[in-house]
């Protein structure tokens, strides 16, 4: 279908557009808020500041295509294929995308707060500084995707899968990854105050610099993680696994350590919970150790 067509029959009052096909066409800053473009071919199409809010865009083919700031508020995408489409400074804010394909796309700086985008594939996509707070990304697959500085407090991630994202810098104050397998992850710089990794797999992960004050840890695997400089202020960390893991220049003032194993880490000026002789952790039923060497201590006596 020509543009010319489809504008002039919008005006006219026409909204069902299904399955057209409008592949390489420039709708740059057209207004067609709730149109129903439900399996319509969009493949390479220029959507880039389009008013797209309460539009039908379900199974719609987008590949490759350009929707830079386009305003899709409400919108539907459900099973769409956005694959490689470019969304930076998109507005998707409460649309859903269960089951949208959007590998290689890029979403950079986009507004996808509370969002539902249950089982959405993100392989490798660019969602740096996204905000994403609120939404849901349970079965997601967000492997290899970047997500610096992005803003996931009050998201949901239940069983998606994480291997090789770049978590530095993101905002997941409160988040719930309990059970989740981070390991080797780069985290570096992220804020997780408050955030639950009860028996998360960080093995090898990066939390460098980040700021996990009163998250809890406890029986979380951090062997061999990166914490130097990390602020692990009134954390849990009982029966946590830090073995061979750098706590350089960490503080874990008023941290709790019951049971937890810390053979061979590397706590070089770390801030120790507590003062005791020895340079001993003492908490109920347990020792810990870190090296006369190597503690700042702070706390009572």
């Known amino acids: 279908m020509e543009v010319t067509t489809l504008l002039e029959l919008y005006e006219q009052g ?5 399955g057209v096909d409008l592949s390489g066409t420039d709708l740059t800053k057209a207004n067609l808020i709730g149109i129903n ?9 220029n959507l880039a500041h389009a008013l797209l809010h309460k539009s039908d865009l379900s199974g719609a083919l987008l590949n490759w ?11 539907k995408l459900v099973d769409a294929d956005l694959t490689k489409a470019v969304l930076s400074g998109a507005f998707l804010v409460k649309s859903k995308l269960p089951g949208a394909k959007l590998s290689g796309a890029n979403l950079k700086g986009a507004n996808f707060r509370s969002v539902n985008m249950w089982g959405a594939n993100l392989c490798g996509a660019n969602l740096q500084g996204i ?10 697959n967000l492997n290899w995707a970047n997500l610096e500085a992005a803003r996931l407090i009050g998201a949901m991630l239940y069983g998606s899968s994480l291997s090789g994202i770049n ?4 905002f997941l104050n409160g988040v719930d990854l309990s059970g ?6 780069n985290l570096s710089g992220a804020k997780l105050i408050g955030a639950n990794l009860e028996g998360a797999n960080l093995i090898g992960t990066d939390l460098s610099t980040a700021i996990l004050r009163n998250a809890n840890l406890g029986g979380a695997d951090l062997t061999g993680a990166n914490l130097a400089g990390a602020c692990l202020e ?3 960390l009982n029966w946590a696994r830090l073995n061979q893991a750098d706590l350089r220049d960490a503080d874990l003032s008023e941290a709790t350590l019951i049971g937890a194993d810390i053979k061979d880490t590397r706590p070089k ?23 006369v060497e190597a503690v700042t201590v702070v706390g009572n006596e």
């Open 14 to 18: 026409k909204r069902n557009f299904a």
């Open 65 to 75: 295509a350009n929707l830079k700031f386009a305003k899709l508020g409400e919108a």
């Open 131 to 140: 905000n994403l707070r609120g939404s849901n990304l349970s079965g997601a």
């Open 167 to 170: 978590l530095s810098k993101a």
């Open 180 to 185: 989740v397998d981070l390991s080797s992850i």
């Open 37 to 45: 473009l439900s399996r319509a071919n969009l493949r390479g199409a």
């Open 269 to 291: 000026n770390a801030i120790a919970p507590q003062k005791k002789t020895n340079f001993y952790f003492t908490v109920p039923k347990t020792a810990l150790h870190f090296g």
């Open 234 to 236: 009134k954390a849990n």
